[in-house]
């Protein structure tokens, strides 16, 4: 696991924060094609994810405009449907403008 490598801001991030529901129901590999999916488009920058129960996927974006267009990608309609339909409890998707960064002077 490594941390999305992101360019100086500002830049946008996707915040998507969800509760599962029981049973696999072909998550894993529409989530993974989402992963790949998202890689595809254009202004995509980079994504974090973690799930302990709450799971939270930040994906990071160029702009408002490049993360909009993402959520209109035909395939990725398809996986926010199944997600209503059957693979969340509940989620909330937040978006936002990144104006700092910061970290360890030194990473190790």
Known sequence: MSFADTPEPPYTAVIFTSLRTDGDLGYGVMSARMGELACEQPGY???ESARDGLGITVSYWRDDAAAAAWKQV???LVA???GRDVWYEDYRVRV???TRE???PNPG
Do not use: D, K, N
């Open 80 to 82: 926010q449907q199944r």
């Open 45 to 47: 920058l980079g994504m």
């Open 102 to 104: 910061y970290g360890p």
């Open 74 to 76: 035909a395939e990725h």
């Open 96 to 98: 936002a403008t990144v």
